[in-house]
């Protein structure tokens, strides 16, 4: 309860789920901090009333990676699978124009990634969870990670299916 502001900390009370934050006009932002499975999460419920407050907290502990504060579902997942590797390599070939010999390098890829983050969405992929783990002692990384970059890249870009913040490639995973 005592008031504290920092990096880390900018709380000024604390609740059940969290803390408490004020917003620029001075209002109250209940703010859900959890740890659960080894994952750390701060997420603002967006309310200010404790009531709301702890309706969201329930359906966040429920499923956090699928939470959403406004209570709405998010959009349908998105696998890696052979109708969206079949889509992504058609575009590379046809509006990219790939050569032939690229085009089936990015086909073993995307099968390799596909085997990877089978029954993943890819919104919910983790860098640190999920891609680097896979490329450690893989072969040919540069161009796994050209292909899987160009994936996200597509699917934010072209298919606008993918926010920034939903893709873990970008501006973090480096083609060396």
Known sequence: MGESKGKSQDYVERWEGGFVRTDAKGRKVYVIRRMINGKSYKVSTQVGNARATMEQLKRFEVDPEGDNPAGAQHEAPIYLDAPLAEEFL???RNVKKNSHEWLEKQQRYLAWWADHLKGLDLR??????HIKPALKGAGNGPHRIAVLKSVYSWLRKEKHLLTVN???TFQTLVVT
């Not at 919910?124 to 969870?129: E, P, Y």
């Open 124 to 129: 919910k992929v983790s860098l640190v969870d």
């Open 166 to 168: 939903e893709a873990p």
């Open 90 to 92: 058609v575009w590379n």
